[in-house]
C-alpha cells in the first residue's frame, strides 16, 4: 500500500504505523465493532472513525483529542503514552492557541466595536510605542555594554534606528539591504537633502523578497469532488491538512520525500512540479497513501 | 528583548490556594511551588505562650498527626475556604517569600487567587485579605471552573459549551463555560478530604481499627477506585484496634475502598447530574458531542471517568496534568491582568 514513487527499496513498512491504524488494528484484533467501542466511550460513530483515520481536525480540539485516545487505548488495554507522543504531531498547531491569547483580540475588538475606524490608528500606536521602547530601552543596554547579540530576533526594530544617523553620510555606499525597513524615514531625510538615494531604494527590496522558494518542490492539488488532503514535507513537518471543496486548487511547496494521505483520490489529481502524478496505483478503495521521493 | 526585560520586572503571580495544596505560577517560569497547604505550629509555654511558626509546607505535613503537645500541625484551609485566617496569611507570606524573595527595585506582586464558585462575600473577602497580608499589591479573584478549563485547554471563549469538572481537596466544582463566562456552575464540599474521611469510617465500622489521614490518603492513591473494575488490588494497612488499644496490621481491598468511597462519589455525581439538568440546551449539546473534562487531584482517583462516563451516557475525559490546572488557568489569566481583559476575574 506504501510504495515508493521511486525505485528505492523501502526499509520500513511506513514511518511506524499510524496513531489511529494503532487503534484500529487493535480494536480489530479485539473483535470489537467501531459501535461496540463507541458505546463504551460514550463517542459517535463518526468521531471514532475520525481517530482511527488521523483525522484530528474534527474532533472538538486538541484536549478532547487527547483525551479520546487516552480513553480509547484505555478501553483497548494499550499504553498510551507512545500513543500520545505520536499524536502530539499530528494535532494541528494552531489549536494550541485557542484557549486564551485570541480572547485578548476579540475582547478588546468587541469593547472598541463602537468605534470601528479607531482599531486602525490604535494598532498602529502600539507600533510605534513598540518601536519607540526598543529604541530607548536598545540605547541603554548599549550604553550599559551589555551583550546586545543574543537578542537578534528584534532585529527590525534596531535596523530602524541605525540608518538614522548614518543615512546622510553614506547613502551613497549604502544600498544596503536596511533600505527595506528603512525605506520611509530615509525617504523623508533624502527628499529635502539629496535625491540620489531615491533610485536606489526601489530596486533593492523587489529583489530581496523573490528568491524563497530554492531546493523545494512545488506540489499542486486539483480536487474534482470535495477531498480531505494531508501533505508531510522531509523533515515531519505538516504542510498541508484540509479539505479542498469540489473545484478547489492548493499548491503547496517543501523539501522531498513528501508523505501524502489523499482522502478522496479518484477525484483528485496531483500534479509535481507540473508534471501529473498517477495516483490509481496508491489508492486503496478512496484513499491514497504514498510516499512522493 | 521585551520578553526578558519583563521577565525581570513582572513578579505578578498566580496562587491555587487550595485545602490540600497550595500552587504557585509565577510569569515566565511556570509552576514554581507545588506543597500541601498545611503549617506546624509550636506553642511556647502553655496555652498563652508565644506562636512560633516551625514549619510550613511538604515538612509540615509530615508532621500532621505525629506532633507531640507543644506542636500543631495544621491545615488551614478547610472545604476550599480559609478555616484559619492568621495562619492562612502566614502560610501564603511563606510560600510568596519562596518564589519571589525581594530584590533591589522590585515591587510587590500582583496576585490572582482562585476561589470556589459561590464563596460567600465573607469567604472571597477573607482570601482577598490574607493575600493582601501576606504582601500582595493587589489581589484579583478568579473563580476555580474558570481557572480549571482555562488550565485544562478548554476553548472558553469560543461560542460552544464546555463542561470542567474540578475535583479538588475540599469542594468539587462543576462549571459550564462559554463565551469566557460562567453559564452555570455548582460547587459541593466534597473532594479528597471527603474521601479520606469516608475510608476512615469505613475501616472504623467494619474493621474496629482507628487509622489516620496520611494512612487513608495513601489507601485511597494506592487501591482506591471509583468503578469496578477486572483487577481487585490489596494493601496492607497498619492501625490501632479500637476493641484491644494496640498497633495492627491488616489487609484490604480496593473493593471495599469502592464501597467506602460509594457516598461521597454519589454526591458528585448527582452535582454533576443536577448541572446537567440546568444546562441550556443548546450548551448541552455541545457537551454532549465533547463530553466532560476532569481536573482536580481527584480526577487521578482510577476510574473516576468511567464512573461519570455510565453515570451520565457522555463522553469523560481526564485533563493532562490535572493537579495543576487551576494554577495554570489562573497564571494564563495573570497574562490577562494588563490586557485589561477583566472579564473572567471576579468582583466581591
Known sequence: ?293 | MLGMLSGYFANDIAIDLGTANTLIYTQGKGIVLDEPSVVAIQQEGGPSGKKTILAVGAEAKKMLGRTPGSINAIRPMKDGVIADFTITEQMLKHFIKKVNPSRLFSSPPRIVICVPFGSTQVEKRAIRESALGAGARKVELIEEPMAAAIGAGLPVEEATGSMVVDIGGGTTEVGVISLGGVVHASSVRVGGDKFDEAIINYIRRNYGMLIGDTTAEDIKKRIGSAFPGAEVREMEVKGRNLAEGIPRSFTISSNEILEALTEPLNQIVSAVKHSLEQTPPELGADIAEKGMVLTGGGALLRDLDRLLMEETGLPVIVADDPLTCVVRGSGRALEKLDKGGVAIFIND
Open chain 1, 1 to 293: 500500500m506504501s510504495e515508493h514513487f521511486e525505485s528505492t527499496p523501502a526499509p520500513l513498512p511506513v514511518p511506524p504505523q499510524s496513531v489511529g491504524a494503532r487503534l484500529r488494528a487493535r480494536r480489530e484484533a479485539l473483535g470489537l465493532t467501531v459501535e461496540q467501542a463507541g458505546a463504551q466511550l460514550k463517542l459517535g460513530k463518526k468521531q471514532i472513525d475520525a481517530i482511527e483515520i488521523d483525522h484530528f481536525e474534527s474532533l472538538p480540539g486538541n484536549t478532547f483529542a487527547r483525551g479520546f485516545v487516552r480513553n480509547y487505548a484505555k478501553l483497548l488495554g494499550l499504553d498510551a503514552a507512545p500513543l500520545l507522543a505520536d499524536l502530539e504531531r499530528l494535532l494541528p498547531k494552531e489549536r494550541l492557541q485557542s484557549a486564551l491569547p485570541a480572547v485578548k483580540e476579540e475582547l478588546g475588538f468587541n469593547l472598541a466595536g463602537g468605534s470601528a475606524s479607531g482599531s486602525g490608528g490604535g494598532m498602529a500606536g502600539v507600533l510605534v510605542g513598540v518601536a519607540t521602547f526598543a529604541a530607548v530601552v536598545g540605547g541603554v543596554w548599549w550604553y550599559l555594554q551589555l551583550p546586545v547579540s543574543p537578542q537578534l530576533d528584534v532585529v527590525p526594530n534596531q535596523v530602524i534606528e541605525m540608518p538614522a544617523p548614518v543615512a546622510p553620510i553614506a547613502n551613497v555606499a549604502s544600498s544596503l539591504a536596511a533600505s527595506v525597513v528603512a525605506s520611509a524615514p530615509v525617504a523623508v531625510v533624502a527628499s529635502v537633502a539629496d535625491d540620489r538615494l531615491s533610485p536606489t531604494p526601489t530596486p533593492t527590496p523587489t529583489p530581496t523578497l523573490t528568491p524563497v522558494s530554492v531546493g523545494t518542490d512545488e506540489l499542486r492539488f486539483v480536487a474534482q469532488g470535495e477531498t480531505w488532503v494531508q501533505v508531510h514535507d522531509a523533515a515531519g513537518q505538516r504542510i498541508l491538512s484540509e479539505v479542498i471543496p469540489a473545484g478547489g486548487e492548493r499548491t503547496v511547496s517543501g523539501k522531498r520525500p513528501f508523505t501524502i494521505k489523499i482522502g478522496n483520490a479518484p477525484q483528485t489529481r496531483l500534479f509535481l512540479k507540473g508534471q501529473p502524478v498517477d495516483l490509481a496505483q496508491y489508492t486503496n478503495v478512496n484513499v491514497a497513501t504514498f510516499e512522493l521521493k
